[in-house]
């Protein structure tokens, strides 16, 4: 860990909880050594639930004024969060799991001339590497292998791919390279020869990166716990707290959704980091907001390992439409999109039947094997929140990127962006918030944490080597406690089951902690009721939130195409 924990790396943390609002409480500057850090730590792995000393979800009493709240928070080392769901509930655990630069971005910029997408890419890459760099035993760079049909292809994608190479620069993963077709034949079986009148040339393969994306949003939130922040789920902002004489936003009020309890906690600075959401929040503080979002449905399935082998994933480069198709293994299973679409804006939302048909249309024409709706394991859709800045004069201005405002005094907004740029969209928006709130960081933003994970240690114990990996992958520097708790509490119980036992829910568990729902849907549907023994009354909700979810049971066959 870093030398010092500062105030605006708390920020970075909590800005990236998808459908979080985060309040930056204190106006004094938050430092701690590593032999302070060593102590937090310690107190986080003996108390076993990411919250601060002193921090009730449930406080009911309120100060008799705002200011006299204020005036005591003024003091307080530390940030709080407070997230309406699970963290990563939303779209950021509905990801395609990869950690990119944009290659999509990269040809736009070239030929439209596009500093701004150029830019982009610049800023993807550096990010992207400091992700891996930060928690490696959730992130690992991957090679992603792109077939060439012609000749002109393969220049095509071998000069686009070195100049992704040399836009990366010393942030460079590893350098992409031409395989034959033998030879990509030989690193990815499954991929065609001959199809659709074409015989394969050859494939350029690069590399950009994959994680799990939920997981790694946990190991955030508890970051910002083992730095002194106040880290909530399941707490949602229902209205905002104002000051009598300046209207200014100073604090929220916070519904507990387990018990329904209700409390005000006030701040300097309030961030709205909602995600999809964010537009509703801003309307909850100003009736009359201009719209910022324009939502995007990303549509994506898992299919069976055989699709792809362990350690090479396939880029579709243009399907019919234009769009590009991945195809990448991931824990276990073979994992495939996206999709780009209009969509409304909803908790819970569905992949459409013509959207999965679409990605098996897209990828059977580059492989050799028959590619049917009864191998889609799992099906589901996450929300993109394309962002329009507010004060642009037309929606012209919809980007990839992300845009931080403060539309009301007291209230700042991130969203847009992708997951491979949080942390600098964290920076950026706590860089807002202290100028907003007036307050004096002691330095920076750090961008490097100097451990992150046991580095693949095996936990020691009675368990074979796959469960050891799983636990060092999933849980880094927690996994010999993941495992301790397992082995006195729960012997029977795999591990991650026995951990949420005791710190999580059914929903939580085979959505995003044990990534479940997305890996196999209809396993998910029959591990629930053995889940709900452990976790008690949690069935009716665990099986409404499956039923969002595709796979081969539920399928709706239109032309029969691919039964």
Known sequence: MAASIRLRRLGAVAAVAGGAYFTVLSNSPIAAS??????????????????????????RQSPRHPRDRRRRCAGCRHARLVEREDFASGTSSRSIKLIHGGVRYLEKAVFNLDYGQLKLVFH?????????????????????????????????????LKMYDLVAGRHLLHLSRYYSAQESVELFPTLARKGNDRSLKGTVVYYDGQMNDSRLNVALACTAALAGAAVVNHAEVISFLRDDGTGRIIGARIRNNLSGNEFDTYANVVVNAAGPFCDSVRLMADKEAKQMICPSSGVHIVLPDYYSPEGMGLIVPKTKD???????????????????????????????????????????????????????LSAWSGIRPLAVDPRAKSTESISRDHVVCEDLPGLVTITGGKWSTYRSMAEDAVNVAIGSGKLSPASKCYVRMKTTSNG?????????????KHL??????????????????????????????????????????????????DAASRAVPRIIEILASELRKAQEFLETFKSSRNAQFHDGKHK
């Open 34 to 59: 590593d032999r302070g850090l060593t102590n937090v730590k310690q107190r986080i792995a003996d108390r076993a639930v990411a919250r601060c000393p002193g921090v009730r979800l449930d406080r």
């Open 124 to 160: 993807a890459l550096e990010e992207r590497k400091q992700v891996i760099q930060n928690a490696p035993h959730l992130c690992n760079a991957l090679p992603c292998m792109t077939p060439c049909f012609s000749w002109f292809e393969a220049v095509y994608y071998w000069m686009g």
């Open 322 to 376: 234009g769009r590009v198709i991945f195809m990448l293994p991931w824990l276990g299973r073979t994992v495939d999109g996206t999709t780009d679409s209009n969509t409304s804006i909803t908790m819970l939302p569905e992949p459409h039947e013509d959207e999965i048909e679409f990605i098996l249309d897209a990828i059977s024409d580059y492989l050799n094997v028959k590619v049917r709706r009864t191998d889609v």
């Open 456 to 468: 693949g240690k095996v936990v020691p114990g009675a368990m074979d080597t796959a469960a050891a």
């Open 472 to 521: 060092s992958h999933a849980y880094g520097t927690f996994a010999e406690r993941v495992a301790a708790i397992a082995q006195v509490h729960f012997p029977r119980v795999p591990y991650p089951g026995a951990y949420c036992a005791r710190h999580e829910s059914a929903v939580d568990f085979i959505a995003r902690r044990s990534r479940l729902a997305f890996l196999d849907t």
